[in-house]
């Protein structure tokens, strides 16, 4: 499996190729570390977002390769997200960017 290195390099460079996301997403990976995005700036710091998504990083890898659903991860409480309307605008987005670093 990733690991949280890699994994921020991976979103970095398929940030830098792509455009980001038109706002900022924290991804919270419980207490392994965070990932925060914003426009195509990529960090490991935990800093204010306008979605913070709280996934582990094995679920955050099985989301990116399409082996886990995105919806049924929030409905069994695999991935909560801090404004579901936001998440649902950012998902096209966001659903680019993942297929990227895959």
């Known amino acids: 499996m990733a690991t949280l290195e890699e994994l921020t390099d991976r979103i970095r460079r398929a940030a830098a190729a792509g455009g980001g996301l038109s706002r900022s997403v924290t991804?919270?990976?419980k207490g392994e570390g965070f990932i925060h995005l914003a426009g195509d700036?990529?960090?490991n710091e935990n800093a204010p977002a306008d979605l913070t998504v709280r996934v582990s990083r094995a679920d955050l890898v099985r989301l990116g390769k399409g082996e886990l659903n995105p919806m049924s991860a929030v409905m069994?409480?695999?991935?909560?997200?801090?404004?579901?309307?936001?998440?649902?605008?950012l998902t096209p987005e966001i659903q680019a960017l993942f297929e990227r670093v895959v």
């Open 27 to 29: 991804l919270d990976l």
């Open 41 to 43: 700036a990529v960090t």
């Open 76 to 89: 069994t409480g695999r991935m909560k997200l801090s404004d579901m309307g936001l998440a649902m605008t």
